[in-house]
T-cell receptor, first 113, second 112 residues
Framework: KAGVTQTPRYLIKTRGQQVTLSCSPI?????VSWYQQTPGQGLQFLFEYFSETQRNKGNFPGRFSGRQFSNSRSEMNVSTLELGDSALYLC????????????FGSGTRLTVV | AQSVAQPEDQVNVAEGNPLTVKCTYS??????LFWYVQYPNRGLQFLLK??????LVKGSYGFEAEFNKSQTSFHLKKPSALVSDSALYFCAVRDFAGKSTFGDGTTLTVKP
């Protein structure tokens, strides 16, 4: 079956711009989580969506937002980009987000210049 | 707040030797514990999980992990390491609400 698909794979944006990243989970998976991965900070949890509702949220500023659609696809938006937002953004899906393991996408590499 | 500690940034072992990658955690209530592996230029892959039951859980690629409640540890193990096991390993804990926290990762290098 198809894995978790993230688009685009690479993005270059300018400070102050906004960006939208997309994630299509594995069919049947209702939980989608987003993580920011950087060399210095490791994997930082952004938020989790389940059945179109944000169920958990990490400690990121309000510039980071997301949503989930009825088909479980999710988008993440970052407004007013800062240089420090440069990172690999990973999407992970799971059946319920409880006791099942995540399946990760390959990520979107965002570079802010 | 929940947390995960992977005390070793780097673990080096010789091929054929047993390996252990350490993980300790802190979480309210009963934990869900996971191990993931990230190979170079590839995404994170799920290795194994502990939810309840036997303290020794088996996962992909011959890996296993031992849950120790009293020591709040969930160490990853493999009886005989392969060069192809060289990768970055992450331990993660998830609370009952579904919020996951990852450790900082441990780079495993297996030398021939």
């Amino acid at each position: 079956k198809a894995g978790v698909t993230q688009t685009p794979r690479y993005l270059i944006k300018t400070r102050g711009q906004q960006v939208t990243l997309s994630c299509s989970p594995i069919s049947g998976h209702r939980s989608v989580s987003w993580y920011q991965q950087t060399p210095g900070q490791g994997l930082q949890f952004l938020f989790e969506y389940f059945s179109e509702t944000q169920r958990n949220k990490g400690n990121f500023p309000g510039r980071f937002s997301g949503r989930q659609f009825s088909n479980s696809r999710s988008e993440m938006n970052v407004s007013t980009l800062e240089l420090g937002d440069s990172a690999l953004y990973l999407c992970a899906s799971s059946l319920s987000g409880q006791g099942d393991g995540y399946t990760f996408g390959s990520g979107t590499r965002l570079t802010v210049v | 707040a929940q947390s995960v500690a992977q005390p070793e940034d780097q673990v080096n072992v010789a091929e054929g030797n047993p390996l252990t990658v350490k993980c300790t955690y802190s979480v309210s209530g009963n934990p869900y514990l996971f191990w993931y592996v990230q190979y170079p230029n590839r995404g994170l892959q799920f290795l194994l999980k502990y939810i309840t039951g036997d303290n020794l859980v088996k996962g992909s690629y011959g890996f296993e992990a031992e849950f120790n409640k009293s020591q709040t540890s969930f160490h990853l193990k493999k009886p005989s390491a392969l060069v192809s096991d060289s990768a970055l390993y992450f331990c993660a804990v998830r609370d009952f609400a579904g919020k996951s926290t990852f450790g900082d990762g441990t780079t495993l290098t297996v030398k021939p």
